[in-house]
């Protein structure tokens, strides 16, 4: 799955097609091993764009960053993730990328889907289940405690324990992209038990396709 696999932790993608052909373009230079740094990253112009907030209301007519236009799958996402309370950020990109801030928790050492966090997917799985032109791109992250190794392989079996909930409740196989970054891309410090927990996490983006 590394070879066509979109990079999520520092909002950054080319954009996801369900068109063969065109995936296999868009993938063919992608990284094989995860980011040490933002400037690792295929685009690094855009980890300094500014993101756009959701304040606008939904179904305005307003394009996004780089002029991508609304499309229904755009509006139903945005409203239901206005109705559920998740927040996002829409990431500079030639496609619509919204990414969720609401990350998905782990304990130590576990590839478990937290408790809380698995109410909140189950209920995202099942708007993305009755939904088309929405890919997902699912990118797993660990704390610093362990080896490096160890920690490459935990954050790959975060990101595919998420992909596989996801499954279960119908969500296509096809549409669902995973990464795993090990401890390379922190989201909080790793000198508290509290930023480790932080760090602990799988983000999603989610891609409507033009």
Known sequence: MKKIACLIAVGLLAGCS?????????????LDTAP???????????????????SAPVGATVEGPNGQYRTQAWDSLETYLVN???????????????????KIHFSTGSSRVSDNSSQWLFHLANFLSQQQGIDVVIGGHTDNTGAIVRNDVLSD??????????????????????????????????????????????????????
Request: charged share 25%; net charge positive.
């Open 157 to 210: 079996q975060r990101a595919a324990m998420v992909k596989e909930t996801l499954i279960k409740n119908q969500v296509s196989r096809q549409i669902i992209y995973t990464r795993g970054y090990g401890e390379a891309v922190p989201a909080c410090t790793n000198s508290t038990s509290f930023g480790k927990a932080c760090n602990r996490r799988v983000e999603l983006t989610l891609i409507v396709a033009k």
């Open 84 to 102: 559920h309370g998740l927040d996002y950020e829409l990431v500079p990109g030639d496609y619509v990328m919204i990414r969720l801030k609401e």
């Open 36 to 54: 040490r740094s933002e400037h690792d990253v295929m685009h690094p112009d855009w980890v300094k764009a500014p993101h756009i907030s959701h």
């Open 18 to 30: 369900s068109t063969s052909s065109i995936t296999d373009k868009m993938f063919a230079g992608m």
